[in-house]
Nanobody, 126 residues
Framework: VQLQASGGGWVQPGGSLRLSCAAS????????IAWFRQAPGKEREGVSG????????VYANSVKGRFTISVDTAKNMVYLQMSALKPEDTAVYYC????????????????????WGQGTQVTVSS
């Protein structure tokens, strides 16, 4: 199982970015996959995830209405479209996956995931 995140960068407040996560060694038709982020000095927090069995989508309250997770099973890619970005969105963003169908309350918990990609830095500043 390998995950490769990309698409980070610098953007002004109010701007948009799309993060990509390339998955290999497994199929995105099953299990659970999610995006997390970690800002300096803070704990890793769940941003958005999807349980593949029923396509359940979950978002942290801090990003609801601004971020959208999507999955392209044909390309084995996961995306995080981020809009209306704020300085507090600045962090290293990671994608993670587990073969399990996580219960709703666990989808945004870091301990639910065994496989992690390397992070991609997102910086929101003027």
């Amino acid at each position: 199982v390998q995950l490769q995140a990309s698409g980070g960068g610098w953007v002004q407040p109010g701007g948009s970015l799309r993060l990509s996560c390339a998955a290999s060694g497994f199929t995105l038709d099953y299990g659970t996959i999610a995006w997390f982020r970690q800002a300096p000095g803070k704990e890793r927090e769940g941003v958005s995830g999807t349980r593949r069995a029923d396509r359940k989508l979950v978002y942290a309250n801090s990003v609801k209405g601004r971020f959208t997770i999507s999955v392209d099973t044909a390309k084995n890619m996961v995306y995080l479209q981020m809009s209306a970005l704020k300085p507090e969105d600045t962090a290293v963003y990671y994608c993670a996956t587990t073969s399990r169908n996580m219960i709703f309350s666990a989808i945004l918990q870091p301990d639910s995931y065994e496989s992690w990609g390397q992070g991609t830095q997102v910086t929101v500043s003027s």
